[in-house]
């Protein structure tokens, strides 16, 4: 598969099928996460892959938290589509049914970087394991309803005591279905 084709076939998939993940292509997908840039080159991330069903049952917990708390944020940003509201917040509380999630962190809570710096390093890391996803058949979906909803401390004291700040979470799995891509805003670039 092409490079360009994977980047313009990424799409944020919130519907898997009932299929694992195996863990060598688990492994290939965080692999690929560590390769991404990084300020200085810190490497400021960590990342903790959920798929057992004890573990999974604990994130779900946690996630029906989220989407109660982010409910009326979205009844208000889409008054006039209840729908998106509705497949959204379930999409939260199940997560699409995704095989696997993968919680995204800081590696430690300070760096002499900015802050800044270290969000777009992990965030590097985040989209090499996006598009490692794609050219596996697999897709996923880069959530932070996490940090909106205020339960990063929680996540991060759960699945990764010690380490930094949560950043995102991606769900990961072979798509059941397979959205259309959004139409692309004009006027995003400029070549001077």
Known sequence: ??????????????????????????????????????????????????????????LVEIMEIVSQRIEPNLKERFSKHPVVVEETTRFVRQMGNAPVCILAFQYKSNYDKTDSSIVQSVAAAIEN?????????????????????????????????????????LTIGYPAQTPKAPARKDGRYIVL
């Open 1 to 58: 598969m092409e490079f360009s084709h994977i980047i313009s076939s990424r799409r944020s998939i919130r519907s898997y099928e009932d299929k694992p993940v195996s863990d060598e292509i688990l492994k290939e997908l965080l692999e690929a996460g560590t390769w991404a840039p990084s300020a200085v080159n810190l490497q400021p991330w960590y990342f903790v892959a959920i798929k057992s069903k004890e573990q999974m049952k604990r």
């Open 129 to 169: 394991i996006l598009l490692a996803a794609v050219e596996k058949g697999l897709g996923g979906c880069w959530l932070t309803a996490p940090l909106e909803a205020a339960v990063d401390d929680e996540l991060r004291d759960l699945f990764a005591p010690g380490k930094g700040p949560l950043v995102a979470m």
